[in-house]
Nanobody, 125 residues
């Protein structure tokens, strides 16, 4: 299983960015795909997730209403649309995949067996 995250960059507060996570080596629709982020000196934090089959989406409290996650099973790709970015959104963003994670554990990084390499998002004020 390989996950390739892309789309990071440096933007101003209030701008938007679109991150992409492309998967290979999996039956994509069978996997829950989530985004986590890790800011310097902080623990990794759940950002958003889309459950296998695209049945539901979930968001961390800090990004609700600003970020949107979607998936295209035909392209084995997950998109994280990030709007109204704030300096506190600055972090390395990782996509992660799990075939077995249950809903109550979707925010737990330990539930994910596969991780992409991370893409850096920097938001300046």
């Amino acid at each position: 299983v390989q996950l390739q995250a892309s789309g990071g960059g440096s933007v101003q507060a209030g701008d938007s960015l679109r991150l992409s996570c492309a998967a290979s080596g999996v039956i994509f629709r069978d996997y829950t795909i989530s985004w986590f982020r890790q800011a310097p000196g902080k623990e990794r934090e759940f950002v958003a997730g889309t459950r296998r089959g695209g049945t539901s989406t979930h968001y961390g409290d800090s990004v609700k209403g600003r970020f949107a996650i979607s998936r295209d099973n035909s392209k084995s790709t997950t998109i994280l649309q990030m709007n109204s970015l704030k300096p506190e959104d600055t972090a390395v963003y990782y996509c992660a995949a799990s075939r077995t994670v249950i809903l109550s554990s979707i925010t737990s990084e330990q539930a994910y067996a596969y991780w992409g390499q991370g893409t850096l998002v920097t938001v300046s004020s």
